[in-house]
């Protein structure tokens, strides 16, 4: 069988599994038992197909957008944490440089697989893991969502993972994966709980999560930069979890789940009687309101993706996306 008969037979599948569990969907709500649009009834949030088109369409409205420091050509295709930190990039990039980015890359993600959970009500959502040719050697998650079939897939959630760290997920017979309720109490944290527990370690540390970059090493470089001679720093974060930023959860094969969650974060900085805050760089500036003279406000929002066990131990941080969205001086 060719390379190319293959995908047609895989895209038949994947279609003929849709159109069979929505005729169920429909059969079973003209018996009255069940409400239409799959409400109740779980059905794989799209086809390996168009999961593919949607990944396609968000990479070209992305280069475009990119190309042009223009965020209004790729703001129907992002949303949540993305949105905010793509719109924020792209806004500083048209302030400094109005023409367009001279230095653009086109994005090209390659390799692409797609896990697609079985589920009833909306969101609908999917993930595509990819190769990307920025950033360094990464694997790209990209978290789809939308809210109704007329509706276009957006990216929600970006982080990058290290080649060879994304788990394996737990599948059906067809191929679909499962999506782990917000609520769900069989893991060691619960999903609905994780943007919260992890600020709170931020802060207090402990042992919810395991030592890495994003945790210990953050806590640690955050301690080092607090101790700078005549700038005080200081940090506030905020879990965020309402709407397009609610967590959203992929049962993997040990029984546990990967997480993709959203923080809010304030950094601080003071300096003291008869000095200033060093003058931050163009992008930061294209960003700031009121003038920087003693401090300088930061706001950021975060997208992680992290690896939650089942029953009990520690959290292990996948992936964290942190952009600049604003700043205020003073």
């Known amino acids: 069988m060719t390379r190319e008969s293959s995908r047609r037979r895989l895209r038949r599948r994947d279609r003929n599994a849709l159109i069979a569990a929505s005729l169920t969907a429909m059969s079973l709500t003209a018996s009255g038992c069940v409400v239409v649009h799959g409400e109740r009834v779980e059905l794989p949030a799209t086809t390996r197909a168009e999961a593919a088109k949607a990944l396609a369409a968000f990479t070209q409205a992305y280069n475009k957008a990119d190309e ?16 905010d930190i793509d719109a924020a990039r792209l806004k500083a990039g048209h302030a400094n440089s109005p023409a367009g980015n001279a230095d653009h890359t086109a994005l090209k993600l390659t ?14 959502w999917f993930v595509a893991d990819a190769k990307g040719n920025k950033g360094g050697d990464f694997r790209w998650l990209l978290v789809f969502t939308r809210y109704g079939l007329n509706e276009r897939w957006q990216v929600s959630y ?19 994966a499962e999506a782990v ?17 992890y600020v709170t370690y931020l802060k207090d540390g402990g042992e919810a999560f395991a030592d890495g970059r994003n945790t210990s090493g953050l806590r640690a470089d955050r301690a ?14 905020e879990p965020l979890t309402h709407g397009d930023y609610a967590p959203l959860a992929l049962r993997t094969a040990d029984g546990g789940a990967l997480v993709f969650f959203t923080t809010h974060h304030y950094e601080k900085q003071t300096a003291a009687a008869g000095t200033s805050v060093p003058v931050p760089n163009k992008d ?3 960003l700031t309101k009121g003038e920087v003279k003693q401090s300088l406000t930061l706001e950021s929002i975060a997208n992680e993706s992290a690896l939650v066990p089942a029953g009990s131990g520690p959290v292990r941080l996948l992936g964290r996306v942190q952009g600049l969205t604003s700043a205020q001086g003073g």
């Open 68 to 83: 042009a420091y223009d965020s209004s050509l790729d703001a129907p295709y992002v949303t949540g944490a993305l949105s």
């Open 158 to 176: 970006l982080t990058l993972a290290v080649p060879g760290t994304v788990p394996a997920f737990k599948t059906d017979g067809d191929g679909w």
């Open 284 to 286: 930061v500036l294209a």
């Open 224 to 237: 080092k930069a607090a101790k700078r001679p005549g700038l005080v720093r200081q940090f506030i974060d």
């Open 181 to 197: 309720p917000a609520g769900s109490a069989r893991l060691a944290v619960r999903p609905e709980e994780l943007s919260r527990k």
């Open 111 to 124: 390799d692409p697989k797609f896990t697609i959970p079985k589920k009833a009500g909306w969101p609908r």
